[in-house]
């Protein structure tokens, strides 16, 4: 199967997609482009707005609004008034290191991660913010926070510090949001791209966008790689299922660190692509906090 394009946004780096059905619509942000994106499937219009600064994940609240983790930090977004207010500074001592990926769990948690985009040295960790707003370190010694999505049951969370090649599961407490009993789920040592961003379909199913391998691949819940979409782009970063039915995969991609002869062979780098797997997705929940 083959994605195809349905915005030419020319991201620089897109990312952090995610289904709301609460407004009907696809978002996800252009971290190096500090811009937030929307896609409506059913008008086929997309939107921008322009940001201050690197978005790097986000999700909608239950109360309204948004929770925004830029790069240094994480706060509560209105994005009516742009009045923001605090939850967290991140890793304040560390200049190397910024925010990167993160999802929320079954119970509306935002679970994300750090990466250290200077050295690339396993130095950053990945949060819980509860849905009290009070933070706690999950895991630590991370180089570079990809994949995290959770199970249907949200029993299982899923998690890659890419430069590993390969995505691990946790065991998940979903009363406290804690994980234990580290183990790989899937080896991507035979992959041509790096595990990058996640996410869960109904049946268990992990699909992950291949970093710098024009693909993105499902990983059954026993481990084995049994589908792959094929995408015209190079560097896949992340997925999600969305539409009113949840039968669409959305795929954003980037033309982050790719030279003049790459992007003149595809040109659609950047854009955001489509695919209907034959599979349905499960909804995320919005930010209960």
């Known amino acids: ?53 690197r978005v790097c994940c986000f999700a909608p609240r239950a109360s309204g609004g948004l929770i925004v983790a830029y790069a240094d ?16 500074e ?9 925010l990167n990926d993160g999802r929320t769990d079954r119970q509306g ?16 960790s990945v949060i819980c913010i509860d849905t009290d707003l009070k933070v706690r370190t999950i895991i630590e010694g991370v180089s570079c926070a990809n994949s995290t999505c959770f199970s249907p049951d949200g029993a299982t969370m899923f998690f890659a510090d890419t430069p590993d090649r390969e995505i691990v599961a946790f ?7 804690s994980v234990s009993s580290r183990r790989q789920h899937a080896s991507f040592k035979e992959e041509p791209g790096l595990p990058d961003g996640s996410c869960v379909d109904a049946e268990g199913g992990v699909w ?11 990983v059954a819940p026993d481990g084995t790689i049994d589908r792959v979409i094929d995408v015209p782009v190079w560097k896949p970063t992340c997925c999600t299922f969305g539409g009113t039915d949840l039968d669409t995969l ?7 660190m790719s030279g003049e002869e790459d992007l003149t062979k595809e040109p659609e780098s950047g854009g ?18």
Request: proline share 4%; hydrophobic share 40%; net charge negative.
């Open 171 to 177: 065991d998940y407490d979903t009363a406290s949001g």
């Open 73 to 88: 930090r994480v706060v509560l977004f209105d994005p009516d008034t742009g009045e923001e207010s605090l939850v967290t």
């Open 250 to 256: 959305f795929i954003t991609t980037s033309r982050l």
């Open 109 to 124: 948690r935002l679970i994300v991660g750090g990466m250290n985009e200077v050295s690339g040295k396993a130095d950053s």
């Open 272 to 289: 955001l692509f489509a695919v209907k797997p034959g599979i349905c997705g499960v909804i995320d929940a919005p930010f209960n906090g």
């Open 1 to 53: 199967m083959r994605a195809e394009l349905v915005v030419d946004c020319i991201n620089q780096h897109g990312e952090g997609i995610f289904w709301n059905p609460a407004d009907g619509l696809v978002w996800w942000t252009d971290i190096e482009g500090c811009t937030l994106w929307s896609f409506d499937p059913s008008t086929l219009k997309s939107a921008s707005r322009k940001m201050a600064e």
């Open 90 to 98: 991140f890793e304040s001592g560390n200049p190397e290191t910024r």
């Open 208 to 218: 992950n966008a291949e970093w710098e391998g024009h693909r993105v691949v499902r």
